[in-house]
């Protein structure tokens, strides 16, 4: 039998990450266990505004998903503006990761699935179901309870809430 090269399994995992939750680090510390390398795509959105600059929100994750990757896969982060297809094709994933909540997640999330399968049948998506602690959290709501000064310590890292907190003095 002829040996074959082995090929690296490239997960992605994308998102807006405005901020990274609790949420977003479980679905990282359980997407590490099913690829070699998981690259974190941050999406710019137009349609979104974000609090944190792009830069700003590439350095938390990369800060905080650091940690979660040891001895079990690389972590890359990689900021992206394109189709989300086209932008696994680029750096080489067969396997989109994305994270559900609640069933109104999986509605809009079988639509994407049903359309990034037309554009490109090679690229599988896989759904990690949030852990019950983390299913209300959502980045939204998080900014929502920080603008209104909320406790947010227990939906994020206490790195990225004294950020945010101080993201929120600021625009006040």
């Known amino acids: 039998m002829k040996s074959q090269k082995s090929r690296t399994r490239v997960g992605l995992y994308p998102g807006t990450f405005d901020p990274v939750t609790l949420g977003h680090l479980d679905i990282i510390k359980r997407a590490v266990k099913l ?33 979660l990757a040891e001895g079990r896969a690389t972590i890359e982060v990689q900021s992206f503006d394109m189709l989300l297809v086209k932008f696994a094709e680029k750096v080489g994933a067969s396997v989109i990761i994305r994270g559900l ?44 309870i920080a603008l209104l000064g909320g406790d947010v310590a227990p939906f994020t890292t206490p790195a990225v809430a004294q950020a945010l907190v101080k993201r929120c003095k600021e625009r006040k």
């Open 35 to 67: 690829v070699e390398h998981l690259v974190i795509g941050v999406a710019t959105n137009a349609s979104k505004e974000p609090l944190f600059t792009l830069k700003e929100r590439k350095a938390m994750l990369e800060r905080e998903a650091a940690p």
């Open 101 to 144: 909540r609640a069933v109104s997640d999986f509605e809009y999330e079988f639509q994407m699935v049903a359309m990034n399968q037309r554009l490109n049948t090679e690229i599988e998506t896989v759904f990690l179901m949030a852990d019950p602690r983390h299913q209300a959290i959502a980045s939204r709501l998080v900014k929502e």
